[in-house]
């Protein structure tokens, strides 16, 4: 019942910036952590960054310094700034949240579909 829809992501050149969403849908009750994982055409998924309930967050050494998650648990949404894109950024950047649907239940992962990033000149 919960999905994950990504936007924001496109074509930019080396240098450039783009913002990522990703908006939670569906029955929610709470949601516990959300994170960001990219994947390039015939590598693994990796964790790009990840923002706890409580705001704690982390970074793939890759992006340090270049990239901010930050979350809405109000708005069941969250954001991840890219700045100082480089080519080796291109991949598919794929929403992650955990979940609970009701006080309950336990929580669940739910995964958006992806949204591409291209950094290229």
């Known amino acids: 019942q919960v999905q994950l829809v990504e936007s924001g992501g496109g074509l930019v050149q080396p240098g450039g910036s783009l913002r990522l969403s990703c908006v939670a849908s569906?029955?929610?009750?709470?949601?516990?952590?959300m994170g960001w994982y990219s994947q390039a055409p015939g590598k693994e998924r990796k964790l790009v960054a990840h923002i706890s309930s409580g705001g704690s967050t982390i970074y793939a050494d890759s992006v340090k310094g270049r990239f901010t998650i930050s979350g809405d648990n109000a708005k069941n949404t969250v954001y991840l700034q890219m700045d100082s894109l480089k080519p080796e950024d291109t991949a598919v950047y794929y929403c992650r949240m955990t979940v609970r649907v009701s006080p309950a239940y336990r929580y669940l992962e739910v995964w958006g579909q992806g949204t591409l990033v291209t950094v290229s000149s």
């Open positions: 569906g029955s929610i009750f709470s949601i516990n952590a």
